[in-house]
């Protein structure tokens, strides 16, 4: 009797003894997110430009970093334009659709019609089928030739912004464009949403 117990110490004590010896790696040990301190850092969007590490639903870890930067980039660059254009509209409009003025902003794609939108649509189309070099999904985006591709740089500077700019300047730039891009975001969809609610034009 005396024996077996001596002997389930000594097991117990085996099997407790390395234990103390394992480094455990807890989620509170590892690397938090810089905006979300109860969240563990995405690791991909470490050091990217306009990464504040937030990612909540885990997009980084199942998508590819740089198609979710493109994404991100392009869809600020046309809300900036879509913020300006939508309160535009409301006081100017191209002369050949000068007999088409709509207050609120939301009708003018139908007030214009399918044709006109459908331009739009095929040129944009068109546009993003020849800056991939015909690799527009997903998966493919970014391999073989457009591997080095910078995500949202296609070379695009007829005013010479970037030209004879250190990296740390044009750095700059890009942040900048990014929380714009951000901002604009927001600001369309409020747009939008108000005109929806309210029924009536902007201004
Ligand atoms: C995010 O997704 C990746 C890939 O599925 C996974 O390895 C990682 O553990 C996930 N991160 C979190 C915080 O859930």
Not at 14 to 37: C, D, G, Q, Y
Not at 67 to 92: D, N, P
Not at 150 to 166: E, H, L
Not at 190 to 198: A, D, E, L, P, R
């Amino acid at each position: 009797m005396m024996k077996l117990a001596l002997l389930s110490l000594v097991s117990s004590a085996a099997a407790f003894a390395p234990v103390s010896n394992v480094k455990t790696t807890t989620a509170l040990s590892a690397e938090m997110s810089k905006s979300m301190p109860f969240l563990v850092q995405p690791p991909a969007t470490v050091g990217l430009i306009g990464s504040s590490e937030f990612d909540p639903l885990n997009f980084s870890g199942n998508f590819d970093i740089k198609w979710l930067q493109e994404s991100e980039i392009k869809h600020g660059r046309v809300a900036m334009l879509a913020a300006a254009g939508f309160i535009a509209s409301q006081f100017v409009n191209f002369p050949m659709y000068a007999d088409m003025h709509v207050d609120d902003s939301n009708m003018a794609p139908s007030v214009v019609g399918v044709s006109a939108m459908l331009q739009i649509v095929c040129a944009a189309g068109v546009e993003e089928w020849r800056t991939n070099k015909g690799k527009v999904t997903m998966v493919d985006m970014f391999t073989g030739e457009n591997a080095n591709r910078t995500p949202g740089d296609f070379g695009f500077d007829p005013m010479g912004m970037c030209k004879g700019k250190s990296e740390a300047e044009v750095n700059s730039m890009k942040l900048k464009e990014i929380k714009n891009g951000r901002l604009a975001m927001l600001a369309i969809g409020g747009m939008i949403h108000h005109n929806f609610v309210t029924g009536e034009a902007l201004f």
